[in-house]
T-cell receptor, first 113, second 117 residues
Framework: KNEVEQSPQNLTAQEGEFITINCSYS?????LHWLQQHPGGGIVSLFM???GKKKHGRLIATINIQEKHSSLHITASHPRDSAVYIC???????????????FGQGTRLTINP | EPEVTQTPSHQVTQMGQEVILRCVPI?????FYWYRQILGQKVEFLVS????????KSEIFDDQFSVERPDGSNFTLKIRSTKLEDSAMYFC???????????????FGPGTRLTVT
């Protein structure tokens, strides 16, 4: 079983729609990342969360630690938001050394004009 | 804004050849990582590096792989004898030091697409 599961795997919407991408995880974590991957392949970090909610422009990320669930929302979606959105978690308890991320499989979002 | 850089952006090599993928992490970061993404699959952790030694490595990171920080700025991934299944996008990332139990954000490079023929 994957430690990090995202849904949906693919999402197509019309410009202006409100978008929600979900991430569930089955392990104890100390932080959760939302990442964006464009068609060229590069990865950009959008959010890092350990509790509550964060907002950057039209993007909102929430996390519920008790339910082991996070959501990424996009308001007033635009074709330039089309990308793969990836949820990744840092496992709890890594006090020493580096902190590997465990990735979900990604959600491919397409926003049509 | 500081960024992680990687070279080359695309490397084509023949099976059995050695390749070195290069990364320049953000200058004040202390933790370095390599991840890979096989086409159509999820990103996978390969190795993490701190204080001039490997902190953790995945089962993928076998004896054909090695990492090095040769000069205090570059961070390299060497694949000694490439196989067809090594074809993937390889991402370098770096992060700042730990603060309590909360990780600082990892910053990713643009990736090197490795094609093994």
């Amino acid at each position: 079983k994957n430690e990090v599961e995202q849904s949906p795997q693919n999402l197509t919407a019309q410009e202006g729609e409100f978008i929600t991408i979900n991430c569930s995880y089955s392990v104890g974590i100390s932080a959760l990342h939302w990442l964006q991957q464009h068609p060229g392949g590069g990865i950009v970090s959008l959010f890092m969360l350990s509790s509550g909610k964060k907002k950057h422009g039209r993007l909102i990320a929430t996390i519920n630690i008790q339910e082991k669930h996070s959501s990424l929302h996009i308001t007033a979606s635009h074709p330039r938001d089309s990308a793969v959105y990836i949820c990744a978690v840092r496992l709890f308890g890594w006090y020493q050394g580096a902190q590997k991320l465990v990735f979900g499989q990604g959600t491919r979002l397409t926003i049509n004009p | 804004e500081p960024e992680v850089t990687q070279t080359p952006s695309h490397q084509v090599t023949q099976m059995g050849q050695e390749v070195i993928l290069r990364c320049v992490p953000i200058s004040n970061h202390l933790y370095f990582y390599w991840y890979r993404q096989i086409l159509g699959q999820k990103v996978e952790f390969l190795v993490s590096f701190y204080n001039n030694e490997i902190s953790e490595k995945s089962e993928i990171f076998d004896d054909q792989f090695s990492v090095e920080r040769p000069d205090g700025s570059n961070f390299t991934l060497k694949i000694r004898s490439t196989k067809l299944e090594d074809s993937a996008m390889y991402f370098c990332a770096s992060s700042d030091k730990l603060a309590g139990d909360y990780s600082y954000e990892q910053y990713f490079g643009p990736g090197t697409r490795l094609t093994v023929t």
